[in-house]
């Protein structure tokens, strides 16, 4: 998925969308056979094509045999049939499933056809970002992986142009398809685990005279370019108040309790700018009461220390 995040955020470069298609359904496929593995007693024989073989007598062997590839090595189940076994049993998020399902035609328009338009890169950026997103909740909460690491997000629309909805009509009748599907999977978009099939992106660059215009960074680095997050940008960015996040750890977790750990794991990220914004409900009066506003980053924390329903 790295390897995958670095092509696509290169400055230039000409098969960006197809390459980034192909290396995330790899890293997805990779992950979902690990935590397949995980479930059923590390045996690697659970992911393995099995086929069934007929006696001379036309009635079939007990046990059935390995299928094997043109090598000699054993045939393993496919992303597709992984993804739809984990949903069923709710392993793996619906939504994450559908992402992967939105993400798989794109590879496979990608490797059997030619997209030549805009749009289609548009496409790919929201159910990309959306993907890497549900990649690193997943493999944080099935196996406890850390990415803080790396940079890992795709970079913003820098290099496709805004799309007009004019534009439609550069869409062929193939891309076309593609796109419909994709938007017919979106419904599926769980504000309350995190899981989504695609994330909408905006870009936009506004000169501010603002005086109340909030400063904040985005990374924690100092020496980072500095932005000015509007009101709207900031409940955005932070939608969750207390009442608010305290609902989705109910119906997330199924060992919640509104409880002393909840409030110590709670506090420290109220420091914490990923995690946290506190407003003053009056601006101008330093002894206003203040609100906290949680970001959706909240639950890369709680997910540590409690467990999903999903699980």
Known sequence: MVSAIEVYNKPDFKYREETFSILAINAWELLLKAKWLKDHNNKVRSLYVTEKRMRPNGK????????????GN?????????????????????????????????????VHFYNKSRVFAVRLQEVGSASVRNYARAAQSWF?????????????LAFVKHQQPSDAILLNKEE?????FISSLEAANDPVT??????????????????????????????????????EHLKDKYPLNYAALTKACTERYCDFVQNKKYHNLRKPLKADKRYCHVK????????????????????????????????
């Open 176 to 180: 076309k398809n593609v796109a419909s």
């Open 144 to 156: 406890g992986t850390d990415f803080s690491q790396y940079n890992f997000y795709l970079m913003p």
């Open 74 to 110: 054993p045939f393993t189940h496919s992303l597709d049939y992984l993804a739809k076994k984990m949903a069923e049993k709710k392993t793996l998020a619906d939504a994450a499933h559908k992402n992967i399902i939105a993400l798989c035609e794109i590879r496979d328009s990608s």
């Open 280 to 311: 003053k409900l009056d601006p101008d009066n330093p002894k206003s009461a203040k609100q906290e506003w949680y970001s959706q980053a909240v639950f890369n924390v709680l997910d540590q220390h409690y467990t999903s329903k999903g699980k």
């Open 60 to 71: 079939p062997y007990k046990h059935a045999k390995v299928k094997m590839t043109g090598s």
């Open 194 to 231: 995190g899981y989504a099939v695609s994330v909408n992106i905006e870009l936009k660059f506004l000169k501010s005279k603002a005086g109340d215009a909030i400063k904040v960074q985005v990374t924690n680095d100092p020496g980072a370019p500095k932005v000015q997050l509007t009101e």
